[in-house]
């Protein structure tokens, strides 16, 4: 199925880079502005917490301070109960909207004015408000879907947005004689439901149409900073986990199959 154009919010924010890897090329489209997340904000004015509500208990959270143009407006609350709400009703298309939504008030007044987050802008949000998002996601997919889960995949890939694109399910197997992957076409070739069948990592979704920057930022943001834990756990089992740790060998193996990305010329 060939990937279709996205002409507006809600038909690009999902289109994924183009990119080079190794002797495989993926074209990348002409554009001059940076990574961005595309979603305009909904914001409204409420009291000055960030909460997370359940059927037993509610945590709140609060932003931490960084400067006056990059945090959100200190006569704005962030309530993660939307997000929580979306999720719990296994309405995961309208989380991962809710999800943007919210970085981009994270991220700050400027991410506010112009509807979406430039990737310099991640560092801006506070490793709470994250693990609060991520938090959520975890809790309502059992450990299968949010950012955390992609950070373990991303690592153990050795940081190749290409193997994470396929791993996630963000590309898509093609049916060819030689083995071919294409993009997933938003929204719907991208999988909504809880399954047996879909990606660990599939959601949330990042936008990478202008490039991976602002995905790498989310992932390598401290707030997903690998345990000593975990990364002994990586090393013994051979894995990158983005610390030096040895990385996976033989993805693409050319003497069982040639891996072809198909290029895609819509963006």
Same mark, same amino acid.
């Given at each position: 199925m060939a990937t279709n154009s996205f002409q507006s919010v809600y038909h690009n924010h999902h289109s994924l880079l183009n990119h080079h890897h190794h002797n495989q090329q993926i074209e990348i489209a002409p554009s001059t502005l940076s990574s961005t997340l595309f979603l305009k904000p909904n914001t409204t004015n409420t009291p000055n917490t960030i909460s997370t509500s359940s059927l037993s208990s509610t945590k709140t959270f609060s932003i931490s301070p960084t400067t006056s143009l990059s945090t959100p407006s200190s006569t704005q609350a962030i @309530?993660?109960?939307?997000?929580?709400?979306?999720?719990?009703?296994? +309405?995961?298309?309208?989380?991962?909207?809710?999800?943007?939504?919210?970085?981009?008030?994270?991220?700050?007044?400027?991410?506010?004015?112009?509807?979406?987050?430039?990737? !310099?802008?991640?560092?801006?949000?506070?490793?709470?408000?994250?693990?609060?998002?991520?938090?959520?996601?975890?809790?309502? !997919? +059992? %450990?299968?879907?949010?950012? @955390?889960?992609?950070?373990?995949?991303?690592?153990?890939? @050795? +940081?190749?947005?290409?193997?994470?694109?396929?791993?996630?399910?963000?590309?898509?197997?093609?049916?060819?004689?030689?083995?071919?992957? +294409?993009?997933?076409?938003?929204? %719907?070739?991208?999988?909504?439901? /809880? %399954?047996?069948?879909?990606?660990?990592?599939?959601?949330?979704?990042? %936008?990478?149409?202008?490039?991976?920057?602002? /995905?790498? !930022?989310?992932?390598?943001?401290p707030a997903f900073k690998p345990t000593e834990e975990e990364l002994l756990q990586a090393k013994a089992a051979g894995e990158d986990m983005g610390s030096g740790v040895t990385g996976l060998k033989g993805f693409i193996d050319g003497s069982k199959s040639k891996r072809v990305l198909k290029s895609d010329y819509s963006f």
């Open positions: @309530s993660f109960d939307l997000l929580q709400q979306h999720l719990s009703a296994q +309405n995961f298309r309208e989380a991962d909207e809710e999800t943007r939504r919210l970085l981009i008030v994270l991220a700050g007044e400027q991410a506010q004015k112009r509807g979406y987050v430039f990737f !310099s802008e991640a560092q801006f949000i506070s490793e709470a408000d994250l693990k609060a998002i991520d938090d959520l996601w975890r809790q309502h !997919s +059992n %450990n299968k879907f949010g950012y @955390s889960v992609q950070r373990k995949i991303y690592g153990k890939v @050795s +940081n190749d947005f290409t193997k994470f694109f396929i791993k996630v399910g963000w590309m898509k197997k093609l049916d060819t004689e030689v083995e071919q992957f +294409n993009y997933r076409a938003f929204p %719907n070739e991208f999988i909504w439901e /809880l %399954n047996e069948d879909t990606p660990e990592g599939h959601l949330p979704l990042t %936008n990478a149409l202008r490039g991976t920057q602002l /995905l790498k !930022s989310i992932l390598e943001h």
